[in-house]
């Protein structure tokens, strides 16, 4: 009886030395513990231990909760160099006096006479630790307010502001807010100085007045930008005709000019070529009869043109008005007016003038080859009377016109 209750306490004692080193490393990895029988169960995890939380915490293991202990071996009884107080509590148990203040250790000689549980340099990443506070142990986290070398507006808008200049093109900037960090590209939607309706249809619309003639415009819609072009294939009026742009300008009648295959007879364009019963016309040009009665049969000559004309109005006893029309060049009063033979030498010819009469209207500004009416521009086809019967005046300012006399020129034009 006295031997069984020796046993008995000696149990006792075992037990309870078992049950000491289990509240100081856990229940894995002790055995012969429940008097003879070798297996000891997991005890259930503690209703204060929360799985997936972030936190491998004490009782936690990696088959009750990988997502929280990472280390496959976590929960086997032993602490390898993998493990540590952090990613494995149950195998690495906090010890106040090994040098190292674990999360939640309240140690003085590990943390201090504060018992704080947070040091900078122990490699763990603390609740109250950052990447600002704590480099050493809180890597560069987005969304932690620090703006860190791996970082930029794109990556992390929340810890970097977007700033022109940084060299990022975010989508708050635009070559048009930010051209330092957004290079043109055509396409993006922003005409930038650096691209025109040419380079870059897309972003730069057609504007008349932008220097650029697009196949959109014309010289008849926007001149300012499309000049006008010989041999453009364009014919352009009535800058353009038939005689001073034949390649844009095909000869057509009723396009109001005389010329081509129209000459040969008056009455093959009557609209272009039949001139007014009234009308005389001059073109020095013309190689036909010689009369005045059409562009083709024109006078050469000033003179001759002017005695039919008086011929005419002296015959209607001054009832009728007879017109000239004058085709484009210079004319010389020195001539005879019922031959047109041009006199010399011109000293002998200087009173000689082109001598008007009442009833007898003077047009010039005729195109070569003539016209109708309505196409006169006397601007453009400079008909000219010039008393310099020698043609040897001086044009001392390169304007067209000679303002220096020489030789023998008549005493009046008319």
Known sequence: MKKSLTDRNLRLVLLSICLLFIGIIGFNGISGCSGGN??????????????????????????????????????????????????CPTDCPSVCGDGK??????????????????????????LTETYA?????????????????????????????????????????????????????CGDGSCTHDETVVTCAGDCPAVCGDGSCTHE?????????????????????????????????????????????????????PSDCRIPANVIVVDKTAIGANNGTSWVDAYTELQPALAEARRLVAD?????????????GTYYPNVNADTGEVLLPAS????????????????????????????RDYRLHKTILSGDMENNDIDSDGDGYKETIAGSNSYHVF
């Open 38 to 87: 070798n297996e000891v169960a997991t005890p259930p995890p503690s209703p204060d231990i929360v799985c997936e939380n972030g936190i491998c915490e004490q009782g936690e293991t990696h088959d009750s909760c990988p997502s929280d202990c990472t280390i496959v071996g976590c929960g086997d009884g032993t602490c390898s160099e993998e493990e540590d107080t952090t990613l």
């Open 348 to 375: 002998t010819y200087r009173s000689m003038r082109f001598q008007l009469f009442n009833n007898i209207l003077i047009y010039g500004g005729f195109p070569i080859g003539g016209s109708n009416f309505t196409l």
């Open 217 to 269: 415009e014309t010289v008849d819609s926007c001149p300012a930008d499309c000049p006008v072009t010989c041999n453009d294939g364009i014919c352009t009026g009535p800058a353009e005709t038939a005689i001073t742009c034949p390649h844009d300008c095909p000869i057509v009648c009723g396009d109001g000019l005389c010329m081509g295959s129209e000459h040969p007879g008056r009455d093959s364009c």
């Open 133 to 185: 506070l704590c480099p050493a142990d809180c890597p560069a986290t987005c969304g932690d307010a620090v703006c860190q070398d791996t970082e930029n507006s794109s990556l992390c808008p929340a810890d970097c502001p977007v700033i022109c200049g940084d060299g990022f093109c975010t989508h708050d900037e635009t070559v048009v807010t930010c051209a330092d960090d957004c290079p043109a590209v």
């Open 101 to 126: 203040c674990d999360v939640g250790e309240t140690c003085e000689a590990d943390c201090g006479s504060a018992g704080t549980s947070t040091v900078c340099g122990d490699e763990v990443c603390d």
């Open 316 to 328: 209607g006893a001054g009832r009728i008005q007879i017109q000239i029309w004058i085709a484009e």
